[in-house]
């Protein structure tokens, strides 16, 4: 009998990092097992799948036993497509209402695992094939603000840093965290009320203007530079849509006291780049302004500017901005469309059209390591999971092993250096 036919399946609630329930799914086939659990963001685009169907959590659960098992059981789990186009049939909505994109993404990635464990191979051979070797280089967050700190630190929601010098994935990972301790000895200088407060992500929160906070985290890079001798470059992530008044027009910058036009909010992060030096800039403008993506990416040089809540890992949306170039770098959020293979085809088309890749987490996160290895399958150069805390460690720690089991065959992604003007 074929070992990877899915026999049973569970579902239950579970307390993601925010203290929220999400969905855990577990995938027994005959000699295998998956479990896997959904994350949720805080900052979510609006053209996000739906996360949990009317009715909540115990909706979707009820979902999974009711409508999700009965179609999958005896369904191939090695088929990820099969797998993933019955979870879209079964909801028969474009945005997975009917049973939750985050319950579809739950089941599809517990499936592909619970094919993987009874295949005898990681997740992220399975998914990539035999000649899988490349690791990313992980963005990490810092500094907190916006949404991820309720409104207690600056107005950019995340101050990252890149160790674009290291030579290995846990070098790369460690050189991270000395920025974060660096930065800790740093902040009582500007800020006296410092207590060691963290964000959703495991980043400083800190009261502090966004000019104060970018100079900090420089310092800190430069300080870290010397010790490790190795470049690390500065990101970050604006979040522009939840700086976005619509009514006005206007972005506000609550904790800065400023209101930003668009053109303002261009010229803006220019001055920023510039000034910082900064290697990565996500979501500059607001989820619908492709044309001022377009303009920073033709404008600024040596700098990667990313889409998040302009793409939200959509096919179509990602369509339309290769159609004018609206940036030069994708987010990829498995739970912003629901299942694996979606997120994968987003992935490769972006990656076909030049793109770079970013596999990432959410603020609100579990310790399912699924990304880890979602990020090594497809080959992305660059992981956004954060620097520390459980469940952004566990997705860290899972690198670190699979550099591990690659032994001499691991390299790091050189697509990202060659874009921010680095030496391939």
């Known amino acids: 009998m074929q070992t990877t036919i899915i026999e049973q399946i569970n579902a239950r609630k579970i307390l993601d990092s925010r203290g929220d329930f999400t969905i855990e799914v577990e995938v027994f086939t005959t000699e295998g097992y998956g479990r896997s659990a959904a994350p949720a963001g805080a900052s979510r685009g609006l053209h996000e799948v739906v996360a949990f169907p009317e009715g909540g959590i115990e909706a979707a659960i009820k979902a999974v036993n009711d409508l999700v098992a009965p179609e999958l059981i005896g369904v191939d789990a090695a088929d990820q497509n099969e797998v993933d186009q019955i979870l879209h049939l079964v909801d028969g909505t474009e945005n997975f209402s009917k ?3 985050a319950t579809a993404l739950a089941l599809s990635m517990a499936s592909a695992k619970a094919a993987a464990s009874a295949l005898g191979v990681p997740l992220y051979r399975h998914l990539g094939g035999a000649n899988v070797k490349t690791l990313p280089y992980p963005v990490g967050n810092v500094l907190g603000g916006g949404k991820h700190v309720k409104g207690l630190a600056q107005d950019i929601q995340e101050v990252l840093v890149i160790p674009v010098g290291a030579r290995s994935f846990v070098e790369a990972a460690l050189i991270n965290v000395k920025v974060h301790k660096e930065l800790a000895r740093l902040i009582p200088k500007v800020f006296s009320g410092f207590l060691g407060g963290k964000g959703d992500e495991g980043a400083w929160v800190a009261s502090l203007s966004s000019y104060e906070a970018l100079q900090l985290v420089k310092d800190a890079c430069v300080l870290v530079e010397d010790d490790v001798k190795c470049e690390v470059k500065i990101g970050i992530d604006l979040a522009a849509s939840s700086l976005w008044d619509p009514e006005k027009r206007l972005y506000v910058y609550r904790r800065d006291g400023r209101l930003r036009s668009s053109e303002d909010q261009y010229q803006y992060v220019v001055e920023l780049v510039e000034k910082y030096g900064l290697a990565y800039v996500e979501d500059p403008f607001h989820e619908e302004d492709f044309e001022n993506f377009a303009k920073l990416t033709k404008d600024v040089k040596n700098c990667l500017i990313v889409g998040d809540d302009l793409y939200v890992t959509n096919i179509k949306r990602l369509k339309e901005g290769v159609k004018i170039r609206a940036s030069n770098g994708v987010i990829i959020k498995p739970n912003q469309v629901g299942t694996l293979s979606d997120a994968f085809n ?15 987490h959410r603020s609100g996160e579990t310790e399912d390591e699924t990304i880890a290895h979602l990020a090594v399958a ?7 999971t954060g620097v520390i805390g459980g469940e952004r460690t566990v997705k860290l720690n899972e690198l670190i092993r699979i550099e591990e089991e690659l032994k001499g065959r691991a390299v790091m992604s050189r697509r990202f250096i060659s874009v921010i003007g680095g030496e391939l």
């Open 346 to 360: 987003a992935l490769q088309y972006a990656k076909d059209n030049g793109y770079v890749t970013v596999i990432s």
């Open 99 to 101: 049973i939750g994109g």
């Open 378 to 384: 497809w080959s992305s150069p660059l992981i956004k």
